[in-house]
């Protein structure tokens, strides 16, 4: 069904090949794992595959790329839409309405599809993925979940042989990432082929026929799941491969449930050099009261009152659309229309104030990117360093080497640790990261919890928004959990 023969790509302006005499076959029907550390070149295999590669990334391929015999390479654009169906890591960049009903028709639309037919696909799928209560929505009032499945749904309706999907759960929360495996059960069922790039695997598990394995643009191993399940620590680590079983994945963490088991960390081999840590006296804080958002006439956000301490790491989980973005935006300065008053350590901070004290690294982390160098990118608006020198933060996250490299041409998970070492750079007093282990394989997870403690043991008031429960098992002292705009439930993880 799928062969790549001895295939080299090296993307316009990039040294070094994002792939490298890669020589891979899938059969018809199977569900296929793309799996390996970030930057290992499973994006670029998903690009080919649709063909956005050549159709959108300039670059030099070598080898063949076929698709039921035929070079994809040599295909119009529409002409492989017919065949394979994508689901990017953002679904909001392959959305073209503004209506949910509206999008999932839209393929077959394109197509030139009967209104008949469409309208009776639009239903179908509509019933096989239980999703009535989200049609003929807006787009702009979907939560990130939501949009995922309203992603997977319009490819659906359009019946290809092959989806490709680009680590799909990277931004969901448990229910969501539940839907998602039960839409690709659905799929293969059908005798689809199901190409997944992805480093949280918990779902599939039951699903996936093998996992391919990237490392440096080429393919090291072929494991059944079986084998990945049998991973110990110290393979983890070096493949970057996360757990099969995910912590909390039962439902939402609840306090005193076991997460996962509070494994040793081993130390990655490089990290940014300690500042000097913080006086001993008090860690600061702080501290909310009354805080109001509504959107339109819908509220959003409603505390009355919460405190956060700079000696402790504090997760924020709940459900998608529970209010967390929302209120990062508002501790961090962003929100224009909001009430409340805040304080840092007794010290009441207006919104200009709090944006001078905090820096948030975003979920859509191409928000963020601004520059045309990693370099100019960590350092862009920096009026201080922090006490880090920039290459010892690069070095810190695996990033060296990478200075001259255009932000938007780095994987998923280089493009996370840009953000961070931004973050690092600017050594500021309040960090808010919003799903800061989206696109990190595991080996990066971990490294990623051992800054933060090191942040911690800093001084540094530190908010972590996140779905990732095997990340805050291990690296977080405090979960919020929020629902509905406010705080249901404040705990400490039991590990």
Avoid: W
Avoid at 267 to 274: E, I, K, V
Avoid at 297 to 320: F, K, Q
Avoid at 364 to 382: I, M, P
């Amino acid at each position: 069904m799928i062969a790549l023969r001895d295939v080299t790509y090296t993307y316009e302006g990039q040294g070094v090949p994002s792939l490298s005499h890669l020589s891979l076959h899938i059969d018809r029907g199977e569900c296929v794992l793309l799996c390996g550390k970030s930057g290992c070149g499973k994006t670029t295999v998903t690009r080919l595959l649709n063909g956005t590669i050549p159709g959108f990334f300039d670059g030099r391929l070598e080898g063949e790329v076929l698709l039921g015999g035929k070079d994809v390479t040599g295909q119009a654009m529409y002409r492989i839409a017919e065949q394979v169906g994508s689901v990017f890591q953002n679904p909001r960049t392959q959305f073209y309405t503004t209506n949910t009903t509206s999008e999932i028709a839209f393929g077959c639309e394109n197509r030139g599809l009967p209104p008949e037919e469409i309208r009776r696909r639009v239903e179908a799928v509509s019933r096989e993925m239980g999703i009535g209560r989200l049609l003929d929505r807006s787009i702009f009032q979907l939560s990130g979940g939501e949009k995922q499945i309203v992603a997977l749904a319009s490819v659906c309706a359009m019946g290809p042989d092959v989806y490709v999907l680009d680590e799909p759960s990277s931004n969901l929360d448990s229910a969501s990432i539940r839907k998602v495996g039960e839409a690709l059960r659905m799929l293969k069922a059908q005798g689809k082929t199901i190409v997944v790039a992805e480093h949280r695997i918990f779902y599939l598990r039951g699903l996936v026929d093998r996992a391919l394995y990237l490392e440096e643009g080429r393919l090291m191993r072929d494991y059944t799941m079986e084998e990945l399940l049998a991973f110990d620590e110290g393979e983890r680590m070096r493949t970057g491969i996360r757990g099969m079983v995910a912590a909390g994945s039962s439902g939402p963490v609840l306090p005193r449930q076991r997460l996962s088991p509070c494994l040793p960390v081993p130390p990655p081999s490089r990290l940014p050099p300690a500042r000097p840590p913080a006086p001993a006296a008090s860690a600061p804080s702080m501290e909310m009261r009354d805080i109001e958002c509504r959107y339109g006439r819908t509220p959003v956000l409603d505390i009355a009152h919460l405190e956060l301490s700079a000696d402790e790491v504090t997760a924020m989980t709940g459900e998608n659309g529970a209010g967390k973005s929302t209120f990062a935006t508002a501790l961090c300065g962003l929100l224009r229309r909001q009430k409340g008053a805040y304080s840092f350590s007794g010290t009441p901070l207006a919104a200009r104030q709090r944006i001078r004290e905090s820096y948030m690294v975003l979920q859509e982390v191409n928000h963020q990117l601004f520059a045309d160098s990693v370099r100019r990118e960590v350092t862009l608006g920096a009026t201080g360093t922090g006490g880090r020198s920039l290459q010892d933060i690069l070095q810190g996250l695996d990033l060296e080497g990478l200075e001259e490299r255009h932000p938007l041409t780095l994987s998923g998970g280089q493009k996370q640790r840009v953000a961070i070492a931004a973050a690092l750079f600017c050594g500021k007093r309040v960090m808010v990261f919003d799903e800061p282990t989206s696109g990190l394989d595991y080996t990066h997870m971990v490294q990623m919890g051992q800054l933060l403690k090191r942040l911690k043991d800093e001084g540094c008031l530190l908010l972590v928004i996140t779905h990732d429960h095997e990340f805050v098992a291990r690296c977080c002292d405090r979960v919020l959990r929020m629902a509905d705009g406010g705080v249901a439930e404040s705990f400490r993880p039991v590990v």
